[in-house]
């Protein structure tokens, strides 16, 4: 039997993740026979390759993601602040992986090289993670968030964002975004079948659920904005080709200021609005009734006047999440003194007289660092909310909203609930503490 993949990661996946690859072949008798896989993630020049003898069982077993989960880079992308749809730079990326085998006409001869065998075309690798025990065959279960569907004018109704938060809580001056996988990730590109993220709708609505306004957008990430013939675009069989890992994932504006920022006037009677996202349909328009995600934002008033704290922290995967916490704010500063005891004579003086100088110091302070800290508390949350809160305590890339800029932060303390008694305690609150991750300079 020639040299065969007969287990490959699913794409798409997570970097952090285990990602198994087995291979046989009938050569592993062969003196010196090793088997080599060889792992390339293009777009940042980066090539690693492995080695392996074969196992008791004359099979080659790898794991990946030991290399994957270094190789992708770890920030994600700035885009708290975008007002139309945004590519994919850091958060994902076509990983391409290359199977041979090497072995020797005896244990002293020279070692050759078989040609490299590929499975999938492409891995397309999010930098998000999947824990030990939510494993479905070593994978991410990537069926809740990427469908590929034949371009048909199907009607269906998904909710594939990556996030847990389907219903928010936003205040008008808040940023956020939401992000999607696009196009074909599971195979070449194909010109019949792609999770088609073509279009999204902002509606708003007053407390009484009344529509006040509706406003379209149009996803150019794929497809070049001149091309389009007013609403209609380049249907997916002329743009297929075109996909990369900067198409397979996009990211779209969701809160209420990137929509101001877009020229979009938020309503003040609005109560709450909804994001939907929808395919194209056969004659290149949307199709309404191919509905891939729909999300909710609830407008938040300021509580009792107190300033809210938004959080940003890269979720389970690999994008952004957001949550506001709305109560007591409370800040403070601690001093490190450093100081040293120098005589009161200045035996190094220069002159040929020394004055006396009531000013000269004794116990000098050479430097004072400054440590900022501050910490907040949350609305009462339910179970639900507080489940899915936890994310950002175990995030270790987390920032706030300071206006229009968005700053790390450290988080450094939080108490954390897994499980309560749902009998006595139906509503939680969570205090936390951080420190911004840029500290003051310390005065010398």
Known sequence: MPLEITKQPTSPNMANNTLV????SSNTNEPQY????????????????????PNPNDVGVFDLGHIVQYAIPQPLDEVWTITGSYQNTNCGKDVKLFISEEDAPSITGSVTQSAEITGSSFYFILTGLVEPDDKVNWNWDSSSYFYNE????????????LTSWLTSSVQRSDYGTVSLLNGNLDSAPNQYNAQDIY???LRQYNSSDTLLAS???????????GSWVGDLGPLWNTVYTSQSFATRLNHFPAGPQNYTDAGVTISGSTAYYTLTFYEQATDGDVNLNGQYANLRYNIQDPNCDYTRIRFSWKNEFGVWDYYNF?????????????????VFVPF????????YSVSRRGRRQFVNKVTKSRSVNSDWLTQD???????????????IQDGTEWKPVVITSAGITEKTNPRTQKNFQYLIEFQPANQPNPRI
């Open 348 to 355: 190094s003086s220069g002159e040929l007289q020394t004055p």
């Open 199 to 201: 279009y999204w709708a």
């Open 21 to 24: 690859l087995a291979v046989t």
């Open 215 to 225: 406003t379209e957008f149009y996803n150019y990430v794929l497809r070049d904005s």
């Open 385 to 399: 909310e507080a489940d899915k809160l936890r994310e950002l305590f175990y995030s270790a890339n987390v920032y």
């Open 34 to 53: 090793q088997f080599i896989a060889r792992v390339v993630i293009d777009d940042i020049n980066f090539s690693q390759t492995v080695k392996q003898q």
């Open 326 to 342: 709305t109560l007591a704010e409370n800040s403070a500063s601690t001093l490190d003194r450093s100081t040293y005891q120098q």
């Open 150 to 161: 034949v371009i048909n004018d199907n009607t269906f109704s998904r909710q594939v964002a």
